[in-house]
């Protein structure tokens, strides 16, 4: 029904949003369902949580130590790879 409504159709998620001022791309994701999207969302934040929890305290001290160890979490190439995405989604 929302989607009828050209307004809500064409609208950018939060996420949308967000994703470009933060340096990321954001393909898409259904509104108010990242459980649905298909492309795992939910557990991409846990495997960055996961990764960023077992990194050592003494490497997350500095702001510019926490912002580096939140990058290094949310890594594509190591983190977040596709095939780590591919088995849960």
Known sequence: ??????????EETLLQYHG??????????PKCHPEI???????????????????RIQDKRTKAQ?????KKSSDRNTVL????RQLFS
């Not at 029904?1 to 064409?10: G, I, L, P, R, T």
């Not at 470009?20 to 994701?29: C, F, K, S």
């Not at 926490?66 to 939140?70: A, H």
């Open 66 to 70: 926490f912002l580096e160890s939140v």
């Open 1 to 10: 029904m929302m989607n009828s409504f050209v307004d809500f159709a064409k």
């Open 20 to 29: 470009p001022l933060l340096g990321v791309i954001v393909d898409r994701t």
């Open 81 to 84: 790879t596709l095939k780590r």
């Open 37 to 55: 999207s298909g492309k795992g969302i939910e557990y991409d934040w846990a495997a960055a949580k996961f990764f960023y929890r077992h990194l």
